[in-house]
T-cell receptor
Framework: DAGVTQTPRHEVAEKGQTIILKCEPV?????LFWYRQTKIQGLELLSY????????DGGAFKDRFKAEMLNSSFSTLKIQPTEPKDSAVYLC???????????FGPGTRLTVL | GQQVQQSPTSLVLQEGENAELQCNFS?????MQWFYQRPGGSLISVFY???GTKQSGRLTSTTVIKERRSSLHISSSQITDSGTYLC?????????????FGKGAKLTVSP
């Protein structure tokens, strides 16, 4: 059974560009999460979907970050426009339900010049 | 403030020594999870441990929900255990739940 997959694995963008990161959760999982990881801030939750419905919209990340889940097996995270401070690893995770183990994808390393 | 406090933040061991990593939570939680991460790698779930003690090989996790703490014990450490160990607490979030992470504990095991 495939785990969580993310593409691309690496992305380099110029400041002001729009980038779209993709995630496929584990088949059958109902919850999907987007996180950002930096050395300074650690892991921060960006968005959270339950059965394709947005439960958490990212608070401080709302203005330039938009996550969507078009179907139960695919999600995107759009950053528009990108800024150098967005350079980080973006991780996608899924779980069967709440209060259940979360499984993470390999991440996308984003560098904004 | 930080809801999840991990200690120590870094630890250096000789191969064969034991390690004890601690996680303390400032608020009530429903469950918690331990993860392992290599540099540049993703998070690998080590334990999902709502409460009590769980063991997997040389790793043992003990969570005491009422006391808002969890520990990860690594016995007879090996060089391949090197990496960062993160704990995360699961809290109610609306009708669902979310994980809040600690900053991680960097473990280095040398020959």
């Amino acid at each position: 059974d495939a785990g969580v997959t993310q593409t691309p694995r690496h992305e380099v963008a110029e400041k002001g560009q729009t980038i779209i990161l993709k995630c496929e959760p584990v088949s059958g999982h109902n919850d999907l999460f987007w996180y950002r990881q930096t050395k300074i801030q650690g892991l921060e939750l960006l968005s959270y979907f339950r059965s394709k419905s947005l439960m958490e919209d990212g608070g401080a990340f709302k203005d330039r970050f938009k996550a969507e889940m078009l179907n139960s097996s695919f999600s995107t995270l759009k950053i528009q426009p990108t800024e150098p401070k967005d350079s980080a690893v973006y991780l996608c995770a899924s779980s069967y339900r709440n209060y259940a183990e979360q499984f993470f994808g390999p991440g996308t390393r984003l560098t904004v010049l | 403030g930080q809801q999840v406090q991990q200690s120590p933040t870094s630890l250096v061991l000789q191969e064969g020594e034991n390690a004890e990593l601690q996680c303390n939570f400032s608020t009530s939680l429903n469950s918690m999870q331990w993860f392992y991460q290599r540099p540049g790698g993703s998070l690998i779930s080590v334990f999902y441990n709502p409460s009590g003690t769980k063991q997997s090989g040389r790793l043992t996790s003990t969570t005491v929900i009422k006391e808002r703490r969890s520990s990860l014990h690594i016995s007879s450490s090996q060089i391949t255990d090197s990496g960062t160990y993160l704990c995360a607490m699961e809290q109610q979030q609306g009708t669902g739940s979310k994980l809040s992470f600690g900053k991680g504990a960097k473990l280095t095991v040398s020959p």
